[in-house]
């Protein structure tokens, strides 16, 4: 963590306060001016590998990152490792706090909320870590004195749904992701359920929602591999890998774990399910799709083919097996 870097977090003052009217914090809620949020995105991919979790009303998804090489061009961020996809979206982001159940482990839990305060990210260091490059940063842009809103870069703040939708698909033309744009658009509440979309993707059949835990759960007894794709307005995260443990919760959730990875899952948040054979699959790519009631994707999730290889036989039993 250069001192160079750090230096950008300093405090900010504008010179003109008319045009900063939309900052003005209440009265019961302090907020401070300070740096540029890739300046954060940059001091974090300088210590070591942080936990990012995603949340929804029904589901969770954590998982243990690396932040360094992450790529910014207008707005967006990408952050790319070998079983992990980080897809952040600055113009969405407005504030950064410390979780309240984080103050008695010594402010080590970090939350990127949006303008309606709603959480879009957030960040812990590892259990067995030493914190100290983490509160150092803390320190520096004093994120203990309250809610601290770093700055949005000239020409981004404003971008809106098709702004975002062409930078995605002008990322995926020069090979920077291998996800659909509408997947992305789903995962960040863009867009909500609407069968037709599915059906122009591929052939798309409604699936029985009662049934997903029992796919889960055989899913980590057969240890599968698989890529799991879930997010909210400001970030979407993807894993690759297997989870492994399956575990019923006392409050009604399901959890699947894995190396690095955890995913928290009320099946009660579940309206439907569907899945999708995409185009050009044969037959032999299901893709599972997991909304709630609004229409709000929860989890994407399918079968994770090697370079080369076959889809699991597996995989396509467990799907038919929800018809």
């Given at each position: ?27 019961s809620s302090p907020l401070r001016l300070t740096g540029h949020w890739t300046e954060l995105l940059w001091d ?5 590998p942080l936990w990012v979790e995603t949340r929804l009303s029904g589901i969770r998804l954590r998982q243990r ?128 359920l609407t069968p037709a979309r599915l059906r122009a993707q591929g052939r798309a059949r409604l699936a029985a ?115």
């Amino acid at each position: 963590m250069s001192a160079p870097i750090l230096s950008s977090t300093l405090a900010f003052r504008p010179r003109q306060a008319d045009a900063w009217l939309d900052l003005v914090p209440e009265p019961s809620s302090p907020l401070r001016l300070t740096g540029h949020w890739t300046e954060l995105l940059w001091d974090l991919a300088c210590l070591d590998p942080l936990w990012v979790e995603t949340r929804l009303s029904g589901i969770r998804l954590r998982q243990r990152m690396q932040l360094q090489a992450i790529h910014m061009d207008e707005g967006i961020g990408l952050a790319r490792g070998e079983s992990f996809r980080l897809h952040v979206l600055l113009n969405t982001w407005h504030a950064l706090v410390q979780r309240p159940e984080s103050v008695e482990r010594r402010f080590q839990d970090l939350a990127i909320e949006a303008r309606d305060r709603s959480e879009l990210l957030s960040l812990s260091v590892d259990a067995q870590a030493h914190p100290f490059a983490l509160q150092t940063l803390i320190r520096a842009y004093r994120i203990e004195e309250g809610r601290v809103m770093p700055l949005s870069r000239p020409g981004v703040r404003q971008s809106g749904l098709s702004a975002h939708m062409h930078t995605l698909a002008r990322w995926r033309e020069q090979g920077r992701q291998d996800v659909e744009i509408a997947d992305l658009a789903e995962c960040c509440g863009w867009l909500n359920l609407t069968p037709a979309r599915l059906r122009a993707q591929g052939r798309a059949r409604l699936a029985a929602a009662e049934l997903i835990p029992c796919f889960l759960e055989t899913v980590a007894d057969q240890s599968l591999m698989t890529r799991v794709t879930m997010g909210t307005a400001g970030a979407v995260q993807r894993f690759d890998g297997c989870l492994h443990t399956y575990r019923q919760c006392a409050d009604g959730w399901i959890e699947l774990s894995g190396e690095g990875v955890r995913l928290r899952l009320d099946p009660e948040s579940i309206d439907s399910a569907w899945v999708v054979e995409p185009l050009g699959s044969d037959g032999r790519r299901h893709q599972l799709r997991l909304y709630d009631e609004s229409g709000r994707a929860l989890l994407l999730m399918e079968d994770l083919v090697p370079a080369g290889g076959a889809p699991s036989p597996i995989w396509r039993l467990l799907v038919n097996a929800l018809f």
